[in-house]
C-alpha cells in the first residue's frame, strides 16, 4: 500500500502561479511512476502529468503543456507539479496518483491521493 497525501491547492487569480505536492507513505517510492489527474465539477477525471521513476521520461496533457512542470525527488518522496498561467479551465480538484508504469487513463492507477482543490478566478 502506498498513502498520497497531497497539499498546495487553494485560491488564485489567472495568470497566477501554485505548486502542489504530494508525499508518499513509502520508502520504495522510486519504484513507482507517479501521476497527477484532475477533476472538475462536472466532468471526467483527467490526466495533467507524469514522470516515471527516475525522472527519465515526463508527460504532459496538451492543455498544460508549456505551463505546468511536474518534478519528483525521490529521497524525500515526493512529487510536485508547479502550476503557471493559471487559467479559470484550470478549475479542478488535483489528484497525485501512483502506478508501476506509465498510463494516462485514470482507470488503470494504482494508489490515489484524497485531493487538493485549485480554484482559479477570473
Known amino acids: 500500500q502506498v498513502q498520497l497525501v497531497e497539499s498546495g491547492g487553494g485560491l488564485v487569480q489567472a495568470g497566477g502561479s501554485l505548486r502542489l505536492s504530494c508525499a508518499a507513505s513509502?520508502?520504495?517510492?522510486?519504484?513507482?511512476?507517479m501521476e497527477w489527474f484532475r477533476q472538475a465539477p462536472g466532468k471526467e477525471r483527467e490526466f495533467v502529468a507524469a514522470v516515471t521513476e527516475s525522472a527519465y521520461r515526463i508527460y504532459y496533457a496538451d492543455s498544460v503543456k508549456g505551463r505546468f512542470t511536474i518534478s519528483r525527488d525521490n529521497a524525500k518522496n515526493t512529487v510536485s507539479l508547479q502550476m503557471n498561467s493559471l487559467k479559470p479551465e484550470d478549475t479542478a480538484v488535483y489528484y497525485c496518483?501512483?502506478?508501476?508504469?506509465?498510463?494516462?487513463?485514470?482507470?488503470?492507477?494504482?494508489?490515489w491521493g484524497k485531493g487538493t482543490l485549485v480554484t482559479v478566478s477570473s
Open positions: 513509502r520508502r520504495t517510492f522510486s519504484s513507482y511512476v
Open positions: 496518483a501512483a502506478n508501476y508504469k506509465y498510463d494516462s487513463d485514470w482507470a488503470y492507477m494504482d494508489y
